[in-house]
């Protein structure tokens, strides 16, 4: 499984529009994902302090759009999907808000997924 962090604002207009298409899709050309070992630094250094997040866990099996891993850090690849997320790839969404100081921190429903890891392909 791989994650992506978004608001419920947006998740619910994808569902109305029935695709998920984040800003940095138009901007970047894909939709910046992470895994189950990295969502949390990923939360940590990008959503510090933003309340009203929806985590999306998706199976990369389901994905109609390309799915990449691309180095961006060094050493640390990262999954980028390039184009819009078909919403049949979205098993679960989980209620994703900081602690009271902003941070974020592993919660037990995403530890489960730990194990099931997406396979590495780097690019």
Same mark, same amino acid.
């Given at each position: 499984?791989?994650?992506?962090?978004?608001?419920?604002?947006?998740? #619910?207009?994808? /569902?109305?529009?029935? &695709?998920?298409?984040?800003?940095? $899709? %138009?901007? @970047?050309?894909?939709?910046?994902? *992470?895994?189950?070992?990295?969502?949390?630094?990923?939360?940590?250094?990008?959503?510090?302090? #933003?309340?009203? /997040?929806?985590?999306? &866990?998706?199976?990369?099996?389901? $994905? %109609?759009? @390309?799915?990449?891993?691309?180095? *961006?850090?060094?050493?640390?690849?990262?999954?980028?999907?390039?184009?819009?997320?078909?919403?049949?790839?979205?098993?679960?969404?989980?209620?994703?808000?900081?602690?009271?100081?902003?941070?974020?921190?592993?919660?037990?429903?995403?530890?489960?997924?730990?194990?099931?890891?997406?396979?590495?392909?780097?690019?």
């Amino acid at each position: 499984m791989i994650f992506h962090i978004t608001t419920h604002k947006a998740w #619910q207009q994808a /569902l109305k529009e029935g &695709v998920y298409q984040a800003d940095n $899709l %138009e901007t @970047e050309g894909f939709i910046h994902c *992470s895994t189950a070992d990295q969502v949390i630094a990923t939360a940590n250094r990008f959503y510090h302090g #933003q309340p009203d /997040l929806v985590l999306l &866990v998706i199976d990369p099996e389901k $994905l %109609e759009a @390309e799915l990449l891993y691309e180095e *961006s850090e060094p050493g640390e690849f990262f999954p980028h999907l390039y184009g819009p997320l078909n919403l049949d790839a979205v098993t679960r969404t989980i209620d994703f808000p900081p602690d009271h100081e902003g941070s974020f921190s592993p919660i037990e429903r995403l530890t489960s997924y730990s194990i099931l890891r997406t396979p590495f392909y780097p690019r």
